[in-house]
């Protein structure tokens, strides 16, 4: 075997993959406690998306290791029944392990689901009965936002180079980093810099992005049930169902424009790598960019009058 070559079996976990996973848990619990605090005592429903993206991730990798952990107990099945084929207390043991662990896995995933469903859309509620806008310096936690996102990027990269033969769960983990990476930068450029033009965009960024996660964690629940009740023995497919078609449609490449494009390709066989197709973009961006730009400007100029003011 040369030097530098793995020599890992195809179906052995390194255990430096539960560090990153470890890593990233711990990540999103020091954005999570900050940005929920800021955002609940400020009535903010972009901070507070955020808050509920780094809960998610940090679900994410914790059903993962949980996973890791249901297969290791499942090799260890087939490997005490291949030695000790008629020795039934250990494998009845292990057995009983196995399905306690892989019961308790889609409990905890369709419960804690359901509850991102549910505070996502109780903060949406809130933001329109009482939603503020951040005002005063936003400047530090419009680039706290951003370096948020470029962190979850770092992870996405890192995850993207993964096999899914070495870790099942690969692909879904990064799409839930790349989906954490755009809304951090989303929510930062708006406060940084769209919001001096419409103050409102704040609450509207943020009302997006929690009806992207309540659609998302809808998904992700229904995946969960379905799996769990089509209980598979193959370790095959012992896999959390963190790969969502709605991710993969805005996110299965760097950036959402690319998958959109890739994937009004595969399924409408609508190709925009043509000459012609690019060509138009480009031109139309060269006209609608400036005019956005325009109204956008335009509606700040916009100013409510009270009963009691003179205009």
């Known amino acids: 075997m040369l030097s530098g070559q793995s020599t890992l079996s195809p179906t052995q976990e390194p255990e430096h993959y539960r560090g990153f996973l470890k890593a990233a848990i711990a990540?999103?619990?020091?954005?999570?406690?900050?940005?929920?605090?800021?955002?609940?005592?400020?009535?903010?429903?972009?901070?507070?998306?955020?808050?509920?993206?780094?809960?998610?991730?940090?679900?994410?990798?914790?059903?993962?290791?949980?996973?890791?952990?249901?297969?290791?107990?499942?090799?260890?099945?087939?490997?005490?029944?291949?030695?000790?084929?008629?020795?039934?207390?250990?494998?009845?043991?292990?057995?009983?392990?196995?399905?306690?662990r892989f019961s308790r896995h889609y409990q905890v995933l369709n419960f804690g689901t359901l509850l991102f469903v549910s505070i996502a859309f109780f903060f949406l509620i809130q933001s329109g009965i009482e939603g503020?806008?951040?005002?005063?310096?936003?400047?530090?936690?419009?680039?706290?936002?951003?370096?948020?996102?470029?962190?979850?990027?770092?992870?996405?990269?890192?995850?993207?180079?993964?096999?899914?033969?070495?870790?099942?769960?690969?692909?879904?983990?990064?799409?839930?980093?790349?989906?954490?990476?755009?809304?951090?930068?989303?929510?930062?450029?708006?406060?940084?810099?769209?919001?001096?033009?419409w103050e409102p965009l704040q609450l509207w960024t943020g009302r997006l992005v929690l009806v992207w996660l309540a659609g998302v964690s809808l998904e992700q629940l229904v995946r969960g049930l379905i799996k769990w009740r089509s209980h598979s023995n193959n370790e095959q497919d012992l896999c959390s169902p963190l790969r969502l078609s709605s991710r993969e449609i805005l996110l299965a490449r760097g950036n959402p424009v690319s998958s959109i494009a890739e994937t009004l390709e595969k399924q409408f066989g609508l190709s925009l790598r043509s000459s012609?197709?690019?060509?138009?973009?480009?031109?139309?961006?060269?006209?609608?960019?400036?005019?956005?730009?325009?109204?956008?400007?335009?509606?700040?100029?916009?100013?409510?009058?009270?009963?009691?003011?003179m205009a």
Not at 53 to 73: K, N, P, T, Y
Not at 168 to 188: C, K, N, Y
Not at 276 to 302: D, E, M, N, Q, T
């Open 276 to 309: 012609w197709a690019i060509r138009f973009v480009k031109i139309a961006g060269l006209f609608l960019f400036p005019l956005l730009l325009l109204l956008c400007w335009l509606i700040s100029s916009i100013v409510v009058v009270g009963s009691n003011q």
């Open 27 to 100: 990540v999103s619990v020091l954005f999570l406690l900050p940005s929920g605090s800021y955002g609940y005592i400020f009535s903010s429903s972009a901070i507070l998306a955020l808050a509920i993206q780094s809960a998610i991730v940090g679900f994410a990798c914790w059903l993962c290791l949980d996973m890791m952990d249901i297969r290791e107990i499942k090799r260890n099945l087939k490997q005490a029944q291949a030695e000790s084929p008629s020795d039934f207390d250990i494998h009845r043991l292990i057995t009983s392990d196995y399905t306690y």
């Open 132 to 197: 503020r806008v951040l005002s005063g310096s936003t400047i530090p936690i419009g680039l706290a936002c951003m370096v948020g996102g470029i962190i979850w990027a770092v992870f996405a990269k890192l995850f993207s180079q993964v096999s899914k033969e070495r870790l099942p769960e690969t692909s879904g983990l990064t799409l839930v980093f790349r989906e954490a990476q755009w809304s951090g930068l989303l929510v930062g450029v708006t406060i940084l810099i769209f919001s001096s033009l």
